[in-house]
């Protein structure tokens, strides 16, 4: 590991724990950056494993509602009901993700795909911020087990890098009549099972392929993604109720903008 290398690697990092859980797409941020900084893992696991530091960072902060919710699950329908929710709101992703990630790297990682993306993800944020939508629920654990699958149909769209694992799942929340709060957490807990999930597969998958230098450079990021993670989901339920998402959906279209200009100009 030279310096350089340590440099980009936390200046990812930095991106993946920043991006991870607001509706900008952290995975479109992390190539984009790392396409104009020159860094380069192999079959891109440098981007994908560092999330586990965005993992505990999120089960860090939500540590004593995971630990209530386990304990009341034996005794409580209403525990069990929420935590069946998040697992069926897994279950398409993972089908999905399990059959095709290769492909998805292969043919979808592409600089040009992410700026179109992340553009049409931020008007949509905007459309949807800015639409009256009946709000039927104000509590995650009450929504439906057929809300939740829809859900998680929605966080399939994720796939394509740029348009953002919490933007989907937020907005296929809000469009079946969530508030903006809950959409937000419920995001944040399918976001643990989520994330685990690519993070095992791709770790499964590469291994072998990992030098004991990308071995380091990924310690690092994770160190720093979690730093950087922990701070993000402090803020961003508050952050949310009062302001909604305008400022993420102009942050999405100004960046995809800007990457538009930079691969026109260097290509």
């Not at 919710?69 to 005794?75: G, I, S, V």
């Not at 290769?102 to 795909?113: C, E, M, Q, S, V």
């Amino acid at each position: 590991m030279d310096i350089a290398s340590i440099g980009k690697a936390v200046v990812l990092a930095l991106v993946e724990g920043a991006t991870e859980f607001i509706p900008v797409s952290s995975t479109g941020h992390q190539l984009l950056v790392g396409h104009f900084i020159g860094f380069q893992s192999p079959n891109n696991t440098f981007e994908v494993l560092i999330q586990l530091g965005a993992i505990l960072a999120i089960v860090g902060v939500y540590f004593r509602q995971l630990l209530d919710l386990l304990r009341r699950a034996p005794r409580d329908p209403g525990a069990r009901h929420f935590i069946l929710a998040i697992l069926i709101a897994f279950l398409p992703a993972a089908i999905i993700g399990g059959i095709f990630s290769k492909y998805i790297k292969y043919y979808l990682f592409n600089p040009w795909i992410i700026c179109s993306t992340l553009v049409a993800g931020g008007l949509v944020l905007l459309v949807i911020d800015e639409t009256e939508i009946e709000q039927k629920y104000d509590d995650v654990h009450e929504f439906s087990l057929p809300m939740a699958l829809k859900i998680g149909l929605f966080q399939c769209l994720a796939m394509i890098p740029g348009v953002s694992r919490s933007g989907a799942t937020i907005v296929g929340a809000m469009l079946m009549g969530s508030g903006k709060r809950a959409a937000t957490e419920f995001s944040f807990y399918l976001a643990m099972p989520t994330m685990a999930g690519a993070f095992a597969k791709d770790l499964l998958d590469n291994y072998k392929n990992l030098s004991r230098d990308d071995a380091g450079l990924i310690a690092i990021g994770f160190v720093v993604a979690f730093l950087s993670a922990l701070f993000v989901v402090r803020k961003l339920l508050a952050y949310v109720s009062r302001h909604g998402f305008a400022l993420f959906a102009w942050w999405r279209i100004l960046v995809g903008a800007a990457g538009f200009a930079g691969l026109i100009v260097f290509g």
